[in-house]
């Protein structure tokens, strides 16, 4: 079964392998960096690039209306939903009937896609941050000081001992383990409907309302799918709102995908990978 995995993994990362992705997602990312970098720029004198990555990663505030600040945190997901969310379903419709009994059993195959789907989720978010940091860099100074974490413009301030560290674990564990949750989610429903569109439509549709919902309302902050990334809403950040620690996220993200699994094991079972057309994706 572990050799069958690594034969899926390995056909799916060299698909994965066109210029055109990496270089468009290289530099939406400096761009975020770079115009977080300039605000922060023009909000103080001593900023580094770590105000400018922060920012970058804080996503939309309960209190706050930046239209800018909550693109910033939507785009990049909505981009990898995109991306990523359909390469089970594809392969199903286009050669799952003999993908899958070369792979040995249905259970093989889908592990397989799930472990893709983890392995671009770190990747992506390494991606994220590596670039956006380089974006910050061309404007603002390279240092590993810590200092307080400022926003300005809106009304919290970040806690004052908060460290590099802190930050690295808190932006890597919660993005990869969202991103990945959610992604799960779209690729399930998508070979469920065998509609892909309608599952990237869905995972998309989540993403907005947490951000929409969780808006001036802080009781349902730590409820909803998408908020499990947004750093500047969970309690370390923003006292306001109660319960929303880096446990629950983790936890949050975990009951999910349990749920995923089991009802994607119970499906994958049952589907037909013999009677789908091309067709019926559209």
Same mark, same amino acid.
């Given at each position: 079964?572990?050799?069958?995995?690594?034969?899926?993994?390995?056909?799916?990362?060299?698909?994965?392998?066109?210029?055109?992705?990496?270089?468009?997602?290289?530099?939406?990312?400096?761009?975020?960096?770079?115009?977080?970098?300039?605000?922060?720029?023009?909000?103080?004198?001593?900023?580094?690039?770590?105000?400018?990555?922060?920012?970058?990663?804080?996503?939309?505030?309960?209190?706050?209306?930046?239209?800018?600040?909550?693109?910033?945190?939507?785009?990049?997901?909505? /981009?990898? +939903?995109?991306? &990523?969310?359909?390469? @089970?379903?594809?392969? %199903?419709?286009?050669?799952?009937? *003999?993908?899958?009994? =070369?792979?040995?059993?249905?259970?093989?195959?889908?592990?397989?896609?799930?472990?893709?789907?983890?392995?671009?989720?770190?990747?992506?978010?390494? /991606?994220? +941050?590596?670039? &956006?940091?380089?974006? @910050?860099?061309?404007? %603002?100074?390279?240092?590993?000081? *810590?200092?307080?974490? =400022?926003?300005?413009?809106?009304?919290?301030?970040?806690?004052?001992?908060?460290?590099?560290?802190?930050?690295?674990?808190?932006?890597?564990?919660?993005?990869?383990?969202?991103?990945?949750?959610?992604?799960?989610?779209?690729?399930?429903?998508?070979?469920?409907?065998?509609?892909?569109?309608?599952?990237?439509?869905?995972?998309?549709?989540?993403?907005?309302?947490?951000?929409?919902?969780?808006?001036?309302?802080?009781?349902?902050?730590?409820?909803?799918?998408?908020?499990?990334?947004?750093?500047?809403?969970?309690?370390?950040?923003?006292?306001?709102?109660?319960?929303?620690?880096?446990?629950?996220?983790?936890?949050?993200?975990?009951?999910?995908?349990?749920?995923?699994?089991?009802?994607?094991?119970?499906?994958?079972?049952?589907?037909?990978?013999?009677?789908?057309?091309?067709?019926?994706?559209?």
């Amino acid at each position: 079964m572990i050799r069958g995995c690594l034969v899926v993994l390995g056909f799916n990362l060299r698909s994965f392998g066109k210029p055109w992705k990496s270089l468009l997602i290289s530099m939406l990312f400096v761009g975020i960096g770079m115009s977080n970098a300039f605000e922060v720029k023009s909000a103080m004198d001593n900023g580094n690039i770590w105000y400018a990555v922060l920012l970058s990663f804080a996503g939309p505030s309960v209190w706050g209306s930046s239209l800018t600040q909550a693109l910033t945190w939507l785009v990049p997901h909505v /981009l990898f +939903f995109y991306l &990523v969310g359909n390469i @089970a379903n594809e392969e %199903l419709l286009n050669r799952g009937y *003999a993908i899958v009994p =070369l792979m040995g059993s249905r259970r093989t195959w889908w592990l397989g896609k799930l472990l893709l789907a983890f392995l671009l989720s770190m990747g992506y978010t390494l /991606l994220w +941050f590596l670039f &956006v940091s380089l974006g @910050a860099a061309f404007v %603002l100074p390279v240092t590993w000081a *810590a200092h307080p974490f =400022l926003h300005s413009g809106d009304p919290w301030i970040f806690p004052s001992n908060i460290n590099i560290a802190d930050l690295l674990l808190w932006i890597f564990s919660l993005y990869i383990g969202t991103l990945f949750t959610l992604i799960t989610v779209q690729m399930f429903i998508s070979i469920w409907w065998r509609r892909s569109f309608h599952a990237y439509v869905l995972v998309v549709a989540v993403s907005i309302l947490s951000w929409l919902l969780g808006t001036d309302q802080p009781e349902l902050v730590r409820w909803l799918p998408g908020s499990q990334s947004m750093l500047s809403r969970h309690t370390f950040l923003d006292p306001s709102i109660q319960g929303f620690t880096f446990g629950w996220s983790l936890l949050y993200n975990g009951l999910i995908l349990l749920l995923m699994l089991g009802g994607s094991f119970w499906h994958i079972r049952r589907m037909d990978i013999f009677g789908a057309s091309l067709a019926e994706i559209r």
